[in-house]
């Protein structure tokens, strides 16, 4: 049966399906396409970074009670840049065989904060917040106490995980 | 709500006029699967277009990151893999779809006038496509990609005349290196595409201007049926089809990770890609002065028949069966090609390599250094110096053999010490070397008597040394704890290597000590263990179910070396990293290997998405269901 042969109504049906399996066709293939490339995308922007902890230094090193800055070096990843870099963490001794952490970053807009010896405070220097030693605020804007990080001491050594937190809200939240 | 909009646009931009121009063509004979072929390739163009762009994201154009940088598109991006391999065998698609379309119309006459400059058209297309492929083939700077672009600007390079002047602008340089990645990528996304879309759409218009050719009965070409709908469904099921081959491709056959590419490594066997091969075949039959006529004269010859076609053949006919010569000429050509390509395939490489530059000879204070001797290479290649050291080179297990030639030792005793060493000294841990050829163990005697003490000259390992891009982070020292903690990440942790390939190093290397296929069992007196150790299977602190992780495990032992436990042990692991004696790309190779033979995949996807597999049945459940609907509709409507 040649194209001129076949009744107009069947010809409009026929039509019509054709369309219909046209755009079914491309859709689908625009569906296994287009689902995955847009969730390369997404993806890999939302990948979590898997933190460990670095060997930062010797406990017996620190003096009791008084914070110390120390940079470390810790390997990061970077897309497919893979290698390390130096971090700096303020280290408290609070007693014989315990230690606290502090990210160097100030949780109000993040600065990097100092210590006050005379003070025996943290002191930012862009909006003059302050801290005490164990983290607390005391003065200024900031929103939280510092942000603590995980410290652990294994046969001497303290250990610290990198953590970095959104600044300006009052609840500690990881980036 | 759809009308309104498509209303508003129409008031302003002549949005109907422009799609029923492109819907609106008459098929002579009626819509058939036979005229689906150019829109297969337009189609397969907008998915390289498509998976191109996606990799831009994350490929970055340089011999340091190009493979790496690519390796994580592969296996830490979601979908990654999907993306690489259906852009690795789209290209292929399209060439192959190009061929058969290309073919179609010589077969159907539809070259002949009034057509002539579709066709032409069609045949710059398909040189683009061509040059395309060329242009892409380095960019992953890996073995296979690199030594195909080595291969291709070479054969370039032998073009009478400008041949060379061809080379060093495609390759910026003489060598291949940063300058030819640049380049090649310039190619491949922007100068290439825009002229491949310009020449499509010029194409596409020159096509329309007379329309399809159709049957070339008479009879058959009186009846006509519509592009839209008819025509294009039977173009959507080839293409839908087409995506299911390349999905499968994707899936079932993913491109091999060859490893980054390495100048140095002289284990690799370079071949031009499979549309050049036939080319690559070719110039081995014009050695000397006929070169040109392989390099200059079978390209053109093809370029001119493809270009001629339409104005040599002008008669009306356009059944093959009433056109003897055109169908001839086509078989003998398409014969000649397919054998050429196929013996290619199969045959050693005909083109010299390039490698690390060669020092200008006779400059006044520079000494010509002679090419190392067949003896000599022997040592390098059988591993000898992993224990024995020549000349300050080489590892401490083994005596040192820098003036072995002044021992006294006669032939039969060092072809006996070399092919059966414990007949000398049953304690001996050297492995016996009883499969060597005669001439072999001739050069090595030869080698070996010629090494008397005083004797300067060049060191023995200058030959295997530098990494190929990064270099070797030569301030990581073997030791202390705290010395290794402070090892920066190096190359070849970075690189996925082939285990095929880190096989034949490892035979080579470090089968001596650590036994066949490193099942371990070699004697190591003076060791705490008493036998090196075993790695398959390996200490379990150091196998890890992530590739990464093991790696990172196993990697400073290669890197650095180590020496055993115990009062004296015979045998240590030699610094083949530090040392040189082995580039960062040959270490992954032998990492891939150690972990393949732990059963961990170097290459394993860790953030695949989807597993491969599991889309590939997510696919076909969805493509079936599509086509389980369309039946239920097409019944439904039949019924009623």
């Given at each position: 049966m040649t194209e001129a042969e076949v009744r107009p109504a069947e010809r409009t049906s026929r039509r019509s399906f054709l369309q219909v399996a046209i755009w079914t066709i491309t859709g689908l293939i625009g569906l296994v396409l287009g689902i995955p490339f847009l969730a390369a995308l997404v993806g890999s922007a939302s990948r979590k970074r898997q933190q460990e902890f670095s060997d930062v230094a010797s406990l017996d090193a620190l003096p009791v009670g008084l914070p110390v800055d120390l940079p470390f070096s810790e390997s990061f990843e970077d897309g497919f840049i893979r290698g390390e870099t130096v971090r700096r963490v303020w280290l408290i001794r609070t007693s014989a065989s315990e230690v606290a952490a502090f990210s160097p970053i100030c949780p109000h807009l993040g600065c990097r904060f100092d210590w006050d010896a005379r003070a025996s405070e943290f002191k930012c220097p862009c909006h003059a917040s302050a801290y005490t030693a164990?983290?607390?605020?005391?003065?200024?804007?900031?929103?939280?106490?510092l942000d603590s990080l995980p410290v652990e001491v294994r046969q001497g050594r303290v250990f610290v995980k990198w953590q970095q937190f959104k600044v300006g809200t009052p609840r500690k939240l990881l980036v | 709500m759809f009308e309104r909009l498509w209303q508003w646009i129409n008031e302003r931009w002549p949005a109907k006029p422009v799609v029923q121009t492109l819907l609106t063509e008459e098929i002579p004979g009626g819509a058939t699967f036979k005229f689906g072929f150019g829109a297969c390739v337009l189609s397969v163009f907008f998915l390289q277009a498509a998976t191109g762009l996606m990799q831009l994201f994350f490929y970055v154009p340089s011999v340091d990151h190009a493979y790496v940088s690519l390796s994580f598109l592969r296996t830490e991006v979601p979908f990654g893999w999907l993306i690489h391999n259906l852009h690795y065998w789209g290209a292929t698609a399209m060439l192959t779809l190009v061929l058969i379309h290309m073919t179609q119309v010589y077969f159907w006459g539809a070259y002949k006038s009034p057509r002539e400059l579709v066709w032409l058209l069609g045949s710059f297309n398909f040189l683009l496509a061509m040059l395309m492929m060329f242009a892409g083939s380095?960019?992953?700077?890996d073995e296979k990609g690199y030594w195909s672009t080595e291969v291709g600007t070479s054969i370039a390079g032998t073009?009478?005349?400008i041949g060379d002047l061809v080379k060093r602008i495609l390759r910026g340089g003489e060598e291949m290196g940063q300058p030819t990645i640049s380049r090649f990528f310039v190619l491949h996304v922007a100068i290439l595409p825009v002229l491949l879309i310009t020449f499509i759409i010029l194409h596409l218009v020159a096509f329309r201007r007379f329309g399809c050719v159709g049957p070339w009965q008479e009879a058959k070409r009186s009846t006509t049926g519509p592009f839209w709908p008819d025509q294009l469904f039977k173009d959507l099921i080839m293409i839908g089809g087409i995506v299911i081959i390349l999905l499968t491709l994707a899936v079932f056959v993913p491109p091999d990770f060859s490893g980054p590419a390495d100048p140095l490594d002289t284990t690799f066997v370079p071949k031009s890609q499979w549309n050049f091969l036939f080319l690559f075949q070719a110039l081995k039959y014009f050695p000397g002065r006929l070169e040109a006529v392989g390099t200059l004269g079978i390209p053109l010859v093809i370029i001119l028949l493809l270009v001629s076609a339409p104005f040599v053949d002008r008669r009306k006919e356009r059944n093959p069966a009433k056109r003897p010569v055109a169908m001839g000429l086509f078989i003998v050509v398409a014969l000649v090609i397919i054998c050429l390509s196929i013996m290619g395939s199969r045959s050693m490489p005909g083109v010299t390599r390039g490698g690390p530059p060669a020092k200008p000879e006779g400059t006044a204070g520079t000494p010509i250094v002679p090419p190392p001797s067949e003896g000599e290479q022997l040592v390098k290649t059988l591993g000898c110096l992993g224990c024995h050291t020549i000349k300050g080179e080489g590892g401490k297990v083994g005596p040192d053999l820098s003036a072995e030639g002044s021992r006294g030792r006669d032939r039969e005793w060092l072809a006996k010490q070399i092919r059966?060493?414990?007949?000398?000294?049953?304690?001996?841990?050297m492995p016996a070397f009883s499969n060597l050829e005669d001439s072999q163990i001739d050069a090595l005697i030869e080698y070996l008597q010629g090494l008397k003490s005083g004797d300067g000259g060049q060191t023995l390992a200058s030959g295997l040394l530098q990494s190929p891009t990064s270099g070797f982070p030569q301030e990581g020292q073997p030791g202390s704890e705290e010395q290794e903690a402070g090892r920066p990440v190096t190359a070849a942790q970075q690189f996925i290597g082939d285990p095929r390939h880190g096989g034949k190093l490892f035979r080579q290397y470090c089968e001596a000590c650590h036994g066949l296929a490193g099942r371990g069992g070699v004697p190591n007196p003076?060791?705490?263990?008493?036998t090196v150790p075993a790695l398959n299977p390996i200490e379990e602190e150091l196998a890890d179910k992530e590739p990464a992780r093991f790696v990172a495990k196993i990697d400073p032992f290669i890197q650095y070396g180590e020496t055993p436990s115990?009062?004296?042990?015979?045998l240590k692991m030699p610094d083949f990293g530090r040392s040189l004696a082995l580039t960062q790309g040959q270490i992954s190779h032998l990492e891939a290997y150690i972990l393949s033979l732990n059963g961990v995949r170097r290459d394993q996807i860790s953030v695949p998405g989807v597993r491969p597999a599991s889309f590939f049945v997510l696919v076909l459940g969805v493509f079936g269901l599509g086509i389980l609907c369309l039946a239920g509709i097409r019944l439904w409507k039949s019924r009623r």
């Open positions: 164990d983290g607390r605020v005391v003065a200024g804007p900031a929103p939280r106490p | 380095p960019l992953p700077w073009v009478p005349f059966e060493p414990k007949s000398h000294n049953p304690a001996s841990v003076g060791s705490a263990d008493g115990g009062p004296q042990p015979a």
